[in-house]
């Protein structure tokens, strides 16, 4: 698989897992894709929510995983500012 189609499959899920996220008042969009991690940032209601990592790792880094084993490895969230969360 090459970079591009990684990149449009990624996109492809998270694009999948977005009306559930959106239910609650959130978003979430994709940043970027870089050495096995996939790059992600909150909106709206995610925005501080505690319950935002599970819907990180539990949610979107499980459904990437399990669709792209091969390719992605991690999944982050980073703020407005670039920082990512939790680090």
Not at 10 to 17: C, D
Not at 32 to 58: E, M, N, W
Request: net charge negative; glycine share 10%.
């Amino acid at each position: 698989m090459t970079y591009e189609e990684s990149i449009n499959k990624i996109k492809e899920v998270i694009e999948q897992l977005r009306p559930n996220i959106q239910m609650d008042g959130g978003d979430v969009e994709f940043v970027k894709f870089d050495d096995g991690v996939v790059y992600v940032r909150f909106k709206g209601a995610c925005i501080g929510c505690p319950a935002s990592i599970f819907t990180l790792k539990g949610g979107i880094e499980e459904a990437l995983k399990e669709q792209l084993s091969d390719v992605v490895r991690e999944v982050e969230a980073i703020e407005d500012d670039g920082d990512i969360i939790g680090h």
